[in-house]
Structures are given as structure tokens and as C-alpha cells.
């Protein structure tokens, strides 16, 4: 049996555009000999619609494209996600799937298992289906799951669900499992997915089409890699991350066939071998392109310090758009090195981008003459700092309204943890590029990048970091070091660890609790930072729910 799997990079909301682009996948996959094409989760409406879902006529409107999209096939089926309505009591909508053949009854599959933690909120809008469904085609009967559906427990934290839709289906004679997915990436997720499907067609002895979605949609990056998993666990064929993909790929029914019997469209492959630093490249890269050119703009700008952050950011945006959509800004300042200047100027120079300089200092000094303050041969105070943040902040922005530019804020996670970052100064712009990815990661994603050659100037990650807001300032003199901060900002945020057990790993209690105070205390900070791209398992912002007014400290 050929599947075509349509791994398409849908647009929340864009019902007239998703519908052309699973009708255009449909057509190229049949014409390369598909005899079922499958789409990823929600496609018709692109995930996650959220509230979308309550605007006006948009879930009649996905129905009518469904209809329309129904009248276009032709003799091979089509599996496409779709939001449903719910006639009886409970939410208001489905999350569903179709079997679309023109000239035959519908058949409509509801999600049996929908996700109510991390970045999910399904439970909010849609009622959970009330069994599963099998249809039978060609001889085979297949079995519908939608994404969380095959997520059973122990591949969750802990037990959340009181059905197995694998277990129903296989009662009614399923030969073989299709999943419609909308799995979002983060680090290490590609192996632990892999994993989870090889051992749910073992436990199942059924083989898995798993069909998963590609691209970014706000916060959220879909990094694809749909494929096709004999009932043995081994690997027929995978899709590319990170990128759109249409594939048909031939998967033998028999499920005692020896390898040496598979045809050769159904050759065996060998598992993706991950390389974090390449898979968080490209996440970004593919989060920051389809952020920018969804939300409709053309050009990005940023800051360039000369720093290892802004150097990043500059080198994704480039990826992502171009060089000749990005834009460096300049703004040296009253204590800025003449490192600052020239390792900027450089990166800008490999990066092949323009610049444009603004000096801060004279709009420094008519500022703090405005507000009556005076350094007195005193130090620099809070208030001069972050007023030469703010005032970056300003021009950045006066340069987005007049070039209809995005501005890329550079800071990362480590930072935005601790609150080392100014309101309305760094924090100004429309998307928050590095702002899951600690300090020690980006050194990291850096030293990747400049592999094999120097792209990033090799001073930049040399250098100690600094926001050059006062005379010789380094990070160290306000934060712990980034090797001890980024560890214990890692065991408290993304893996959820208590003081206790961060503690018991010999970690100094004054350096935890400071860290753990200072995050708790800059919450009102993250809730006003621009969008967070997600690549790790809890991200500031999207997933991460905490009051900014509360008085509870752990101990």
C-alpha cells in the first residue's frame, strides 16, 4: 500500500489558503501513486486555532472548505484534520479527522485523548470523542488517531487518561494505525517521539503512519519528521525535518514479511541521528521566518552589541529571510568598548547585511538634563542604565514604524529568568528570537554555527558578556556565572525541580535561593516580554502560567 503523506505548512486561520494547499498536496501525491493521502492534525484550520474558534462563522467556514474540498477528489481517499461541531452536550467543538472520497459516506474520526498541559488547552474548546474509529479500505481495516491519541502513559509524566484508543482499535480488527499529528518541537523531542511510536507497534504489532505538521505558528514550531513504522518497529520511510514535505511511501501489509521481502519503494531506513545544536538552528530559524512573513512583514531589524546574543539573532535572521531583508542598527553609547563597534561591524560584514549607526550619547545626555539627573562623580545609577536601554529601545522602534520592520529582541533565557533585561529598552520588539535558550546554549549554538568558518567574530564569544550600560560592567557582577546559573535555571524551569532536589545535588543554598527569588520575582517582566519561540520543554510565556501577585516562596 503507497501512503502519501502530506506534511504541509498550514497557517492558523487561513482556511482558503490551507484548503488549496492539502487539495494541491492531494493532487501531486495521487499523481506519484498514493493510494491514501494523509494530512497532519487540524490542517484545514491550522494549529492551534484557540479562540479563533469562537470568532464569528470560522468553524462553519472550515466545514463549508471541507465540503468543497470533498467535491474535488477523485478515486483515492484523503484523511484531513478539521474542527467539528458538537451537537450534544459538553465543548462545543471536535478536534477531527475525515475520510474524504468523493461518492461515499463520510467518515468522521473525534480525538479520543485531548491535552490539557505544557502549551495545550484543548480541553477549553473541544469535548473528547466517545470512541474511536476504524474504516475498512482495500481489503485493510486502518484505525484513526489524532496525535495524543497514541501519547499513553509511560510516555506521559504520569497516567492522564482512562481509555487507550490503540487498545479500542485494535479490537476492532485494525491492521493498521494512522496519526494525524501537530507535535510541536523541542530539544530532544525528534528521539523521544521515535521511541514512543517503536513502542507502541510493538506493544500493538500494528504498523503507525504518523503524519505530523511543519512550521511556526506564533510561538510554536512543528518540525515535521512524519513516518512510517512497520508493526516490527523499524523505520520504512521519514519525511525531513524542519522542512515541507509530500512523500509517498510503500508499506508492505504483510505483517510477517522478512526485510529482504519489502519492495524496493518500502526500503528500510535507519533512524534520524539527532544533533541538538543542528536541530535548534533550524527550529529557529523555521519559527522566526514563518513568524515574520505570516504576520505579513518583509524586513527585520535589531540591535547589534557586538555581543554573542545579537550576533545569533542577526545570524538566524539571515537564514530565515535573507540578508537583504535584515537589518543592523548600531547604538554605542557612552561607555560602549570600541569592541562593541568593530565586532559588530564585522558580523555585519560576514553576514553581508547593512547597518546604519545611531550615537546614544548626546540623546543620553539631553535626557538625563530633561529629568534633572546628574552622575556627580557618583556611579552610574539603575536609572541611567536602563534610561540607555530605553532610549535604544526608542530609536529601534522609531526605525520599525518608519520601514514597517520587525524588531528582533536579542536578549536570551538566562537573562529574561533573572530579569536581567529593561521594560520597554532590550525588551522592545515583536519577537523574542533567544529568549528560550539559555546563555550557555547560545555559546553553544555559536560555536556550531562558526563550525566551519567564522561567521560569528570569534571575539564575540570570547569576550565577557556585558550590557555596557556603565564603566567595565560584566554580567558576573550582577548574576552567578552562566555555568552555575544555566544548570540550576534548567532544574528549576524546564525540568521542574523543587529547592530540595536541586539542593540534595550539592548546589550552594545561597546561589539557589537567590536564583529561585529572582525568578519569581520578575515574572511581571516575562508577561510583557514580545513572543517566545519554544524549543525547549517549558518556555517563558506559551505553557507557563504563573501569577505575577503571589507571596509564596518554596521553603
Known amino acids: 500500500m503507497n501512503i502519501g503523506i502530506a506534511q504541509i505548512n498550514t497557517t492558523v486561520g487561513d482556511l482558503t489558503g490551507n484548503a488549496t494547499l492539502i487539495r494541491d498536496a492531494y493532487c501531486k501525491l495521487v499523481t506519484q501513486g498514493a493510494d491514501l493521502v494523509i494530512t497532519p492534525e487540524l490542517a484545514l484550520s491550522g494549529y492551534p486555532p484557540r479562540d479563533l474558534l469562537f ?65 495545550f488547552e484543548e480541553a477549553r474548546y473541544f469535548e473528547p470523542g466517545s470512541a474511536s474509529t476504524s474504516f475498512l479500505y482495500k481489503g485493510v481495516r486502518w484505525g484513526i488517531t489524532i496525535c495524543e491519541d497514541l501519547w499513553t502513559y509511560p510516555f506521559l509524566t504520569r497516567e492522564l487518561y482512562h481509555v487507550n484508543p490503540a487498545e479500542e482499535l485494535l479490537a476492532q480488527g485494525a491492521e493498521i494505525l494512522l496519526n494525524l499529528s501537530a507535535s510541536p518541537f523541542e530539544i530532544g523531542k525528534g528521539a523521544q517521539r521515535l521511541a514512543m511510536l517503536k513502542a507502541q507497534t510493538q506493544r500493538w504489532h500494528l504498523p503507525i503512519v504518523y503524519c505530523n505538521s511543519i512550521g511556526g505558528n506564533d510561538q510554536l514550531i512543528f518540525d515535521g519528521a512524519s513516518m512510517i513504522l512497520d508493526a516490527h518497529g523499524a523505520l520504512v520511510g521519514s519525511c525531513a525535518s524542519f522542512h515541507e514535505e509530500l512523500a509517498v511511501i510503500g508499506l508492505p501489509l504483510s505483517q510477517g ?17 539527532e544533533d541538538p545544536m543542528h536541530d535548534l538552528h533550524d527550529a529557529l530559524v523555521l519559527g522566526l521566518r514563518d513568524y515574520v512573513h505570516k504576520c505579513g512583514f518583509k524586513h527585520a531589524l535589531l540591535g547589534l552589541s557586538g555581543g554573542i546574543d545579537s550576533a545569533l539573532v542577526a545570524t538566524l535572521a539571515v537564514a530565515a529571510l535573507g540578508r537583504e531583508h535584515v537589518t543592523g542598527v548600531l547604538l554605542p553609547g557612552p561607555y560602549s568598548s570600541e569592541g562593541s563597534i568593530t565586532d559588530a561591524l564585522a558580523l555585519a560584514k560576514n553576514l553581508g547585511i547593512p547597518t546604519r549607526t545611531f550615537p546614544m550619547s548626546p540623546l543620553y545626555q539631553e535626557a538625563q538634563h530633561t529629568l534633572h539627573i546628574s552622575l556627580s562623580g557618583h556611579a ?92 567595565n560592567q560584566q554580567d558576573q557582577d550582577s548574576l552567578p556565572p552562566y555555568d552555575t546559573l544555566d544548570t540550576i535555571l ?66
Not at 474535488?72 to 472520497?101: H, R, T, W
Not at 542604565?385 to 533565557?413: D, F, H, P, W
Open 55 to 119: 470568532q464569528g462563522d470560522f468553524v462553519a467556514e472550515n466545514l463549508n472548505h471541507l465540503d468543497v474540498l470533498e467535491q474535488s477528489l477523485g478515486e483515492v481517499p484523503l484523511l484531513v484534520g478539521f474542527v467539528d461541531i458538537n451537537m450534544q452536550k459538553g465543548k462545543p467543538f471536535y478536534n477531527a479527522a475525515a475520510l474524504l472520497l468523493k461518492g461515499a459516506p463520510r467518515i468522521i474520526a473525534h480525538k479520543r485523548l485531548l491535552p490539557n498541559y505544557d502549551v
Open 257 to 273: 514479511m522478512h526485510q529482504d521481502q519489502y519492495p524496493p519503494h518500502a526500503i528500510l531506513q535507519p533512524a534520524r541521528v
Open 380 to 471: 552610574v545609577t539603575t536609572t541611567q542604565e536602563n534610561l540607555q536601554a530605553r532610549l535604544r529601545g526608542i530609536i529601534l522602534m522609531a526605525l520599525s514604524n518608519e520601514y514597517g520592520s520587525l524588531v528582533l529582541t536579542t536578549g536570551n533565557k538566562s537573562e529574561l529568568a533573572m530579569g536581567y533585561c529593561t521594560l520597554y529598552g532590550d525588551m522592545c520588539g515583536g519577537l523574542a528570537v533567544l529568549a528560550d535558550v539559555l546563555k550557555t546554549r547560545c555559546y553553544q549554538l555559536a560555536h556550531w554555527i562558526n563550525r566551519t568558518q567564522e561567521i560569528i567574530p570569534w571575539p564575540s564569544l570570547h569576550k565577557p558578556p556585558s550590557a555596557e550600560l556603565r564603566p
Open 490 to 555: 534548567s532544574l528549576l524551569v524546564e525540568e521542574e525541580y523543587s529547592l530540595t532536589e536541586i539542593l540534595d545535588r550539592g548546589f550552594p543554598e545561597k546561589i539557589v535561593r537567590f536564583i529561585a527569588h529572582t525568578l519569581s520575582q520578575n515574572e511581571y517582566k516575562r508577561q510583557q516580554s514580545a513572543p517566545v519561540l519554544k524549543v525547549t520543554r517549558h518556555a517563558f510565556g506559551l505553557g507557563r502560567h504563573f501569577p505575577i501577585v503571589q507571596k509564596y516562596r518554596e521553603g
